[in-house]
């Protein structure tokens, strides 16, 4: 079954199906419905793509590739777990393929690579607790920008995916967890270090003032859902 891929952003509305409410109609027989899927966590999944693989004719092959593995295997796919989450998987085990099977050095390995900026205007922002972000300027807020790619950037792979998963792709700690196959204690632990390797990062680099950081390691540990 051809996907139909679009470069922009899926409309909803307060009346759009759930996900469950979507599988369902697909699985009695709807099979248009697969478009609401599409269309609701394309511009997700293209971004974890282009994170791993650094080119975007790649990354919207492994996309598409992707969702016709979702399709095909829906039948199998319990609801255990997000409809996301599984996608998610798919995704990125199709980019890690391609990374394995491609010796054109145009991609790097997921646990040596950086993070690519992806559909910069859509992306949000990661939160660091206790830092206030509101550059004054454009100016300001693309060079914010860079310092926290760089700091990112030099994050641990796991603590890396799970900062970008929780406050860029907005995912619950359950949901992180059965994303990345990790208990959900291990997720609060891989948050908490991210978020504070990430401050400490932004206050060497000069990003951010030490005396305008509120919070505490304290506040971290206690962060609920």
């Known amino acids: 079954m051809p996907i139909p891929m679009r470069r922009g952003r899926a409309v909803t509305t307060a009346a759009s199906p759930s996900d469950d409410e979507v599988i369902g109609a697909i699985r009695a027989g709807d099979r248009n419905a697969f478009r609401i899927l599409v269309e609701r966590y394309q511009a997700r999944a293209y971004r974890l793509a282009l994170r791993i693989l650094r080119d ?4 919207r092959g492994a996309v598409q590739d992707a969702f016709v593995k979702a399709y095909n295997n829906l039948a199998k796919f319990e609801q255990r777990s997000a409809f996301f989450t599984w996608l998610y998987r798919l995704v990125k085990n199709q980019c890690l393929d391609m990374l394995r099977r491609d010796r054109s050095g145009r991609a790097v390995d997921w646990e040596e690579g950086g993070i690519a900026e992806a559909e910069a205007s859509d992306a949000a922002t990661p939160e660091v607790d206790g830092v206030d972000f509101e550059p004054a300027t454009e100016m300001q807020r693309k060079q914010l920008r860079e310092h926290i790619d760089a700091a990112i950037a030099k994050l641990p792979e ?12 907005g995912l619950s700690y359950q949901e992180i967890a059965d994303a990345q196959g990790i208990p959900k204690g291990t997720v609060m632990s891989r948050l908490f270090y991210a978020r504070k390797q990430m401050r400490k990062l932004l206050i060497e680099s000069g990003a951010v003032d030490a005396a305008s950081m509120t919070g505490t390691e304290t506040e971290l540990a206690g962060e609920s859902e």
């Open 56 to 59: 975007e004719d790649a990354a």
């Open 158 to 169: 796991g603590a890396r995916e799970t900062l970008i998963l929780r406050e860029v792709e």
